[in-house]
């Protein structure tokens, strides 16, 4: 999903709001654009659903290294 957003082109209507993304993709070995997907609330929905199981990963991956710190320190 980063890669999606960080490698697009945004289209923009005429009060300047995404309407859309189009997607660089690789044919025949050489980049270009082609995948348009709209910007719609199932879009905005599936980047929320997205940032949050990010932000549950990333304290669940600070949780287990402040356990196995903590369990080092103990068993020294």
């Given amino acids: 999903m980063r890669n999606e957003f960080n490698h697009c082109m945004y289209v923009l209507d005429e ?3 995404i309407t859309h993304t189009n997607r ?3 044919v025949k070995g050489r980049p270009q654009l082609g995948i348009v997907r709209p910007m719609d609330d199932a879009r905005i929905h ?3 659903n997205a ?3 990010m932000t549950q ?3 669940d991956i600070s949780d287990f290294m402040d356990r196995a710190g903590a369990e ?3 068993r020294t």
Avoid: C, D, Y
């Fill in 24 to 26: 660089m993709q690789e």
């Fill in 15 to 17: 009060r300047g709001e």
């Fill in 57 to 59: 990963l990333n304290r």
């Fill in 72 to 74: 080092v320190v103990t």
């Fill in 46 to 48: 599936e980047l929320q």
């Fill in 51 to 53: 940032i949050h199981s």
